[in-house]
């Protein structure tokens, strides 16, 4: 079975921290994506990447950047935390595009 | 980008079939429709997937007509734990661009 595991499930930070949020997965997935999720707004694309060191925007950048500096591992980068940005935040994988994404479980960021 | 339609809930009984449909009109040619599960506090998971016709395994079938406008998610004998929010997602190319998550369905079974 895919295992893809972010590193935390709860965590608490500060406005204007830098914030990492970091993604695993086992299973030499080519891709790799992070969403937000938020009541009443179900899943939103903030970015994905289909290749080492390749990014692209999905549907709400802003405030947000990515890395990808080996295959298995994708960060999730808060510049500067903002409240707007208390969220529940999924990473997920896929070998191909239309193949299903394996989702972790999930962190649940609060921004003080 | 094709976007879907859902309903918001559906209510059911334990030991009921459930039929969950979702509008995609504007789905393209090499569209697959996908279908996902969540569970609160977790991360979603793949159920289905299908192109056209009807696909079936061991959780759920799938029936898609012919124009592929809409798809139908169908579980049969549902049980408590199918509550649960389903989500319909159509999409192709470029990795993660054209799978749009959409506010899903939330089901909730009752004894």
């Known amino acids: 079975d895919v295992k893809v595991t972010q590193s935390s499930r709860y965590l608490v930070k500060r406005t204007g921290e830098k914030v990492f949020l970091e993604c695993v997965q086992d299973?030499?997935?080519?891709?790799m994506f992070w969403y937000r999720q938020d009541p009443g707004l179900g899943l939103r694309l903030i970015y994905f990447?289909?290749?080492?060191?390749?990014?692209e925007k999905g549907d709400i950048p802003e405030g947000y950047s990515v890395s990808r500096e080996k295959k298995e591992r994708f960060s999730l980068i808060l510049e500067s935390a903002s409240t707007n940005q208390t969220s529940m935040y999924l990473c997920?994988?896929?070998?191909?595009?239309?193949?299903?994404?394996?989702f972790g479980d999930g962190t649940r960021l609060s921004i003080l | 980008l094709a976007k879907t339609t859902q309903p918001i809930s559906m209510d059911s009984y334990e030991g009921q079939e459930v039929n969950i449909t979702c509008s995609h009109n504007?789905?393209?040619?090499?569209?697959?429709i996908t279908w996902y599960q969540q569970f609160p506090s977790q991360g979603p998971r793949f159920i289905i997937q299908g192109y056209k016709t009807k696909v079936t395994n061991e959780v759920a079938s799938l029936f898609i007509p012919a124009d592929r406008k809409s798809s139908t998610l169908s579980l049969p004998r549902v049980s408590l734990s199918d509550t649960a929010v389903y989500y319909c997602?159509?999409?192709?190319?470029?990795?993660?661009?054209?799978?749009?998550f959409g506010k899903g369905t939330t089901l909730s079974v009752s004894s």
């Open positions: 299973m030499d997935h080519e891709n």
């Open positions: 504007n789905i393209a040619t090499n569209d697959y």
């Open positions: 997602l159509v999409g192709d190319g470029p990795a993660g661009t054209a799978l749009i």
């Open positions: 997920a994988s896929t070998r191909e595009v239309n193949q299903p994404q394996h």
């Open positions: 990447s289909y290749d080492v060191k390749m990014k």
